[in-house]
């Protein structure tokens, strides 16, 4: 462990440039309109030139794990945390990542919304989210984590929202902003047990009861394990809490992009990866964790394929290749730096597919029903190419990202061994087969074939702006693998955060492995073509479809299922609560008062105004009196 | 010459004085019926301090006449104002203060 100095210790402006921008651009009114954009895209630029140099000057150190402290947060009796950061190897890579991609969707988003009335509070919200991304990837304790995790959720949550006067969109922010916070509860109750078992939440002090010399036991890691799952399944729109992921993409394109692409619904990998000390100790979670992955994966595909609308078919894909990754993450011990380095290709790809579908829908006034596009490689040939390169990357062509990253996910579940390593090996590579598949439909709707447009849209090439980022994402979601992968550069890189890449025992033959994935990619492309290329595409969407179509186009039933289990019984509840206040509650309540009132309106009636029947009351209550004392007197 | 005569006496004039104020209407003939009751127990009290051969009964009987003396001063101005206005005695007929 080193301690922070010279450029490290500036590490906290990371978090606070952009805060401060955030704030700025928050405050500031209608006269930040038209400077707002630029600071808020010239902020995640300034922060990833300091990232590089921070990238250097962490490199440089023969202890490449920087101890940032900032002060004391709270101090109870047994129970410290300090407030402060911890840069090491993993959450450089995030580092770079997120200002890196950041800076070019940032730029891309000021063509994007260039004529956008939000496009300041956009912007802000935007900035909002690179603070808390960099506040979650840098924290040094679960705790302050958990700050800069609730930021990025509550930053996707407005900017799902962002048009807020259109149904769909605060519905969609509302599910999301839910269906995290099921996954929040697991992460809180995994630093509760590490409270109240380590009293600590800090990194270090945590790890330091795991592993050997620990003294944690198997059921106390297999608790935090399991409810950090949770938390990232519901960040990282993982099996059970996946569907509010593909709704997000009601946010504008470059939040898609950059939230719900790139890089925070990559949070969830990054937790599993920093916790592998918790996670090697607890086979039962790794197993959860792969049986997460390898179900949202397969279930990412077949959903993609039932969707007309591109942002979705990219939304499944996400949630897809998210499952890969946590497949990846979940092998345990050695697979960790397979999985960052699939995130970090991804992050690469998936930004360039979803700048290139912005672009796309930005031309088509603001459509985005693929069954309406076709023939647009003509019209727009640098968006065409983006989507291309995007294209390639993602279903793992020789030599572009996925070849690199993704096939060696496939390749280490193989590597596993026994019926568990053979199911995951074809699951996933099932997966890349389907992969194929959904984006070959992708690409043959949106970019070849009869144009399908109606007369009012008028196609265009996107402006500079919003090119060059593309184009920048495109190169590197070629070559970005291959940079990652060269002389395992990523995986000596990570090895000080997540430990050392072991080769194992492998039961195939590595060869034989990657020619059987590409044989099943090409399957998967050569489907596609034959099923949407060589024939007309309905400009509608066709009805009587096979059950598996119909399937794939809800979600595999997903958000029936929610809203039949989890929905309506809780409207019920909520319903026969309502009744019970107003009927029970309430009921006792009124019921007394009028109780009241109504007897004391016939009480009333007792005073009749006549004297001598008040005379007569007096008497008979003498009487009364006076017998009552006889009666007691003499008995 | 026994004072039970006397207390049956005063009872007789009691019961006669309740009976006056529960069904007369005339405010001054229930007036009169009070004070009727009034002196039957003030008969009544000098009765039984004959009888237990102390002054203590007679004082209070004065202090009986006092209070009568006073609340007939009272009642009549009452009596005459509400004649006054509603030009009747009736005690049927001033019922205004009820439910």
Redesign the interface.
């Known amino acids: 462990m080193t301690t922070a100095h010279g450029l490290q210790s500036a590490a906290w402006l990371l978090i606070a440039i952009p805060a401060l921008s955030s704030l700025v651009l928050l405050t500031a009114g209608k006269r930040a309109d038209r400077w707002g954009p630029i600071l808020g895209a010239v902020v995640p630029v300034v922060l990833f030139a300091y990232s590089i140099g921070l990238f250097f000057s962490v490199k440089s150190e023969s202890n490449r794990e920087i101890h940032a402290h900032w002060f004391t947060w709270i101090s109870v009796g047994r129970f410290n945390v300090e407030a402060g950061q911890l840069i090491d190897p993993l959450s450089m890579v995030f580092i770079l990542l997120i200002t890196g991609v950041g800076s070019l969707i940032h730029i891309y988003a000021v063509g994007y919304m260039s004529h956008d009335p939000g496009r300041r509070r956009f912007f802000g919200y935007f900035n909002l989210f690179i603070a808390a991304m960099l506040l979650l990837v840098t924290a040094n304790s679960y705790l302050l984590l958990y700050v800069g995790w609730e930021g990025v959720g509550l930053a996707s949550y407005l900017l799902i929202g962002f048009y807020y006067d259109r149904p769909s969109a605060a519905t969609a922010a509302k599910k999301a902003f839910i269906a995290n916070r099921v996954g929040d509860v697991g992460l809180s109750i995994a630093i509760m047990v590490m409270f109240c078992y380590f009293g600590s939440t800090g990194f270090q002090q945590v790890f330091s009861h795991f592993g050997a010399g620990g003294n944690a036991t198997k059921g106390v890691a297999a608790a935090i394990g399991f409810m950090l799952l949770l938390g990232a399944c519901g960040k990282s729109g993982q099996f059970p809490l996946q569907t509010w992921l593909p709704d997000a993409m009601e946010g504008p394109t470059p939040v898609s992009a950059l939230i719900h692409a790139a890089t925070m619904v990559t949070a969830g990998v990054y937790l599993i990866a920093r916790s592998a000390a918790i996670f090697d100790d607890s086979q039962a979670a790794r197993t959860a964790v792969v049986v997460v992955g390898a179900i949202t994966l397969l279930y990412g595909c077949v959903c993609a394929f039932g969707q007309d609308d591109l942002k979705k078919v990219l939304a499944y894909s996400t949630v897809s290749q998210i499952g890969y990754m946590f497949l990846a993450v979940g092998l345990g011990a050695g697979n960790y730096a397979a999985g960052i380095a699939h995130l970090v290709g991804h992050g690469f790809f998936k930004a360039a597919l979803f700048l290139s579908a912005g672009s796309v829908m930005h031309a088509m006034n603001d459509r985005i029903d693929m069954r309406r596009f076709g023939g647009l490689r003509r019209v727009m040939p640098w968006t065409f190419g983006v989507f291309f390169c995007g294209y390639f990357a993602i279903i793992g062509f020789p030599l572009a990202t996925g070849f690199w990253t993704k096939d060696k996910i496939i390749d280490i579940a193989f590597a596993k061994g026994g019926t568990s390593g053979w199911i995951l090996g074809v699951a996933a590579l099932l997966g890349a087969g389907l992969t194929a598949f959904y984006m070959t439909r992708a690409l043959i709707m949106t970019f070849f074939g009869q144009r399908r447009w109606e007369d009012d849209v008028h196609p265009h090439e996107a402006p500079a702006a919003m090119k060059w980022p593309m184009v920048v994402l495109a190169a590197l979601s070629l070559v970005g693998g291959y940079l990652l992968i060269v002389n395992g550069a990523l995986n000596k890189w990570l090895s000080p955060s997540v430990g050392p890449v072991m080769e194992g025992a492998h039961p195939l033959n590595k060869w034989a492995v990657g020619i059987v994935t590409l044989v099943v990619v090409a399957l998967g492309v050569g489907g596609a073509y034959v099923v949407f290329g060589l024939r007309q595409v309905p400009a509608s969407q066709p009805m009587g479809v096979s059950v598996v179509t119909t399937a794939a186009r809800r979600n595999l039933y997903a958000d029936a299922f929610n809203e039949t289990v989890l929905m309506r019984p809780g409207q019920w509840l909520t319903r026969g609560l309502v009744f019970f206040d107003n009927r029970g509650v309430d009921g006792a309540v009124n019921g007394l008062a009028a109780a009241l009132g109504g007897s004391s309106g016939r009480a009333r009636r007792l005073q009749t105004g006549f004297v001598r029947s008040y005379a007569l009351t007096m008497l008979a209550g003498s009487v009364a009196v006076l017998a009552t004392l006889l009666a007691v007197r003499f008995s | 010459m026994t004072p039970t005569y006397y207390l049956v006496l005063s009872a007789a004039l009691f019961t006669i004085g309740?009976v006056g104020?529960?069904?007369r209407?005339n405010a001054i003939v229930?007036f009169m019926c009070v004070e009727l009751m009034l002196n039957a127990v003030n008969l009544s009290l000098v009765t039984f301090s004959r009888i237990n051969g102390t002054l203590d009964g007679q004082i209070i009987a004065f202090f009986v006449m006092t209070v009568a003396a006073a609340e007939v001063v009272v009642g009549l101005a009452i009596i005459m104002s509400i004649f006054r206005t509603r030009r009747s005695a009736s005690?049927?007929d001033?019922?205004?203060?009820?439910?």
């Open positions: 309740a104020v529960l069904v209407r229930v005690v049927d001033v019922n205004l203060l009820k439910y």
